[in-house]
């Protein structure tokens, strides 16, 4: 086993505490199974439950192709929004919060192609 696989500790715990989970991914929109969430039997572990913290509810803003732009649809300049009122300062995707996005990245290193 190679370090991509991590070690079987740390994997037999992750597999008696957590289970797999359909998860919302911010500009892809829900991937079935893609996410993890507590075992039943850890329920009264979860802080959610635990203190009634409500599901997270963000909505994109619709002029933001952050989506297409992580699937390889189109390149962060195609989007219209980028570099005009979404910056690294003031991001509006997901794509562009932290200074590993997609358009962050472009943004700082590569695009040029931005006011």
Not at 17 to 38: A, K, N
Not at 63 to 77: D, H, K, M, N, S
């Amino acid at each position: 086993m190679g370090p991509a696989e991590g070690g079987w500790p740390g994997r037999r715990l992750m597999a008696e505490v957590v289970e797999p989970c359909d998860s919302e991914w911010r500009g892809l929109g829900v991937i079935p199974m893609s996410g993890q969430r507590l075992q039943q039997r850890y329920a009264a572990y979860d802080a959610r439950r635990k203190y009634g913290v409500p599901p997270m509810d963000g909505r994109s803003n619709p002029a933001c192709r952050c989506g297409e732009v992580l699937q390889g649809i189109c390149t962060p300049p195609q989007c219209p929004v980028f570099g005009r009122c979404c910056t690294p300062d003031h991001p509006v995707g997901a794509c562009m919060v932290s200074h590993e996005g997609a358009c962050s990245a472009y943004y700082q290193y590569g695009g040029g192609n931005h006011e």
